[in-house]
């Protein structure tokens, strides 16, 4: 079955631009959402349908999707952006429908 | 404001059967696909089952199809997860959520708390 794979951490300085990958063989025919969770808490969605975000989440959030990867890409990061965070790909081909990625922890 | 309640979790017998319920409010509830997601202590997410929006199709992960069975009942705005045959391995918290659309893949929106389920003898 279509597992997409994350790295299983990043690392970036308050300020910068943090990257998180999703990979998965023609990631980009696929819708791919996102979502992050701290530590004790449900997960939260910041990026639905590869880039759109819904209300509430900042615009320090945007996604995009490509070929073999989507990419959550996270502007002028903060402290409070740590945590882990999970691709969603729904594979209409696919008897399971949807799964995650194995997640990739943020460290600011 | 939208809102979704776990319960029916705790500890059962590997073998034994479990029933979940995810009561929702704040939003129309039968006008949405709903999830079960689960999560391993210490693990990732975990995709469980799926059902659209007036039962119009179900869906599991390779794992559970053939023990579990997800259903709603939209007139008391209530989801199910029903588990059969249960293995130490379906040990973890689970999270009903709401899907953004009717037909299930639109992302997951809304999530309860979580209800755990622990599997042992």
């Known amino acids: 079955s279509y597992v997409p794979t994350q790295p299983p951490s990043v690392s970036v300085a308050p300020g910068q631009t943090a990257r998180i990958t999703c990979g998965g063989t023609?990631?980009?025919?696929?819708?791919v959402h996102w979502y992050q969770q701290k530590p004790g808490q449900a997960p939260v969605l910041v990026v639905f349908?590869?880039?759109d975000r819904p209300s509430g989440i900042p615009e320090r959030f945007s996604g995009s999707s490509s070929g073999n990867a989507a990419t959550l890409t996270i502007s002028r990061v903060e402290a409070g952006d740590e945590a882990d965070y999970y691709c969603?790909?729904?594979?209409?081909?696919?008897?399971?429908?949807?799964?995650f990625g194995g997640g990739t922890q943020l460290t600011v | 404001e939208a809102q979704l309640v776990e319960s029916g979790g705790g500890l059962v017998q590997p073998g034994r059967s479990l029933k979940l319920s995810c009561s929702a409010s704040?939003?129309?509830?039968?006008?949405?696909?709903m999830h079960w997601v689960r999560q391993a202590p210490g693990k990732g997410l975990e995709w469980v089952s799926g059902i659209k929006w007036k039962d119009y199709g179900t869906g599991y992960a390779d794992a559970v199809r053939g023990r579990f069975t997800i259903s709603r009942d939209d007139a008391k705005n209530t989801l199910y997860l029903e588990m059969n045959n249960v293995r130490p391995e379906d040990t973890a918290l689970y999270y009903c959520t709401k899907d953004r659309g009717r037909g299930g893949y639109y992302g997951m929106d809304v999530w309860g708390q979580g209800t755990t389920v622990t599997v042992s003898s």
């Open positions: 704040g939003f129309t509830f039968g006008s949405y696909a």
């Open positions: 023609n990631i980009g025919s696929h819708n």
């Open positions: 349908d590869n880039g």
């Open positions: 969603q790909v729904w594979d209409g081909n696919s008897n399971s429908h949807t799964v």
